[in-house]
């Protein structure tokens, strides 16, 4: 059978530890975490007030499926849509540009060639005007020469009618004097008679060069 005074140490130990839980209970509760210290110092965090726990399951269920949560769009980010249609616009803004410049370009050359044409037009007219004065030029002149060609020939008739008149003796003598040009016009409108009557006085060189150069006329 125990002692008394072992009795009395089992009392006063089992009085000390609900002393103990006492005061552990007292700190526990008065602590800002209701955390619970114990001697060994371990620890242990009261469960989470019923309300708050709760609030926080609450919270969890409103969370989205998958574990991803809602995101609000980043203000920074372009609308893909609206990038695409911004480049469309400013591709359209290009393309009518160009048409424009293209446009300008082929009014530009358009009036051009028109400028070209009135040119071409009035070089045309010009060379018809100076082919028109130039044939009558050449008209004129024919004309001038035909009228020249007369009037040296009937000169030259006059001449070989006169030659013809005269003695021939005296008509040599003129002959021999005479340019040798001028003479074989004469002789070559002259009758072969007349003619021969004529040189037979007339020097026998000079003769000679009047009767070659009849012979090789050109007809």
Same mark, same amino acid.
């Given at each position: 059978?125990?002692?008394?005074?072992?009795?009395?140490?089992?009392? !006063?130990? !089992?009085?000390?530890?609900? !002393?103990?839980?006492?005061?552990? +209970?007292?700190?526990?509760?008065?602590?800002?975490g209701n955390t619970l210290f114990f001697p060994d110092g371990l620890a242990f965090a009261q469960d989470e007030n019923?309300?708050?726990?709760?609030?926080?399951?609450?919270?969890?269920? +409103?969370?989205?499926?998958?574990?991803?949560?809602?995101?609000?769009?980043?203000?920074?980010?372009?609308?893909?849509?609206?990038?695409?249609?911004?480049? #469309?616009?400013?591709?359209?803004?290009?393309?009518?540009?160009?048409?424009?410049?293209?446009?300008?370009? +082929?009014?530009?050359?358009?009036?051009?060639?028109?400028?070209?044409?009135? +040119?071409?037009?009035? #070089?045309?007219?010009?060379?018809?005007?100076?082919?028109?004065?130039?044939?009558?030029?050449?008209?004129?002149?024919?004309?001038?020469?035909?009228?020249?060609?007369?009037?040296?020939?009937?000169?030259?008739?006059? #001449? !070989?009618?006169?030659?013809?008149?005269?003695k021939p003796k005296k008509a040599a003598a003129i002959v021999d004097k005479m340019d040798i040009e001028v003479a074989k016009q004469i002789f070559s409108r002259m009758r072969e008679t007349s003619a021969a009557q004529i040189?037979?006085?007339?020097?026998?060189?000079?003769?000679?060069?009047?009767?070659?150069?009849?012979?090789?006329?050109?007809?």
């Amino acid at each position: 059978m125990p002692s008394v005074k072992a009795v009395r140490t089992v009392v !006063v130990c !089992v009085l000390l530890f609900v !002393v103990s839980l006492i005061s552990w +209970k007292t700190a526990w509760l008065t602590s800002p975490g209701n955390t619970l210290f114990f001697p060994d110092g371990l620890a242990f965090a009261q469960d989470e007030n019923p309300e708050e726990k709760a609030t926080a399951e609450g919270e969890d269920e +409103k969370k989205p499926e998958d574990g991803k949560a809602g995101k609000t769009p980043c203000p920074e980010c372009p609308d893909p849509a609206k990038v695409v249609l911004e480049g #469309l616009e400013e591709k359209r803004a290009a393309v009518a540009k160009d048409q424009e410049r293209l446009d300008q370009e +082929k009014k530009r050359l358009e009036t051009f060639k028109e400028e070209i044409d009135e +040119k071409l037009a009035k #070089l045309d007219a010009l060379k018809q005007q100076i082919d028109a004065d130039l044939a009558r030029m050449e008209q004129k002149k024919t004309e001038q020469e035909i009228q020249k060609q007369a009037a040296f020939d009937a000169k030259m008739n006059r #001449l !070989v009618k006169m030659y013809s008149g005269m003695k021939p003796k005296k008509a040599a003598a003129i002959v021999d004097k005479m340019d040798i040009e001028v003479a074989k016009q004469i002789f070559s409108r002259m009758r072969e008679t007349s003619a021969a009557q004529i040189l037979a006085f007339v020097d026998s060189e000079k003769a000679a060069k009047i009767s070659e150069r009849i012979a090789f006329k050109k007809p």
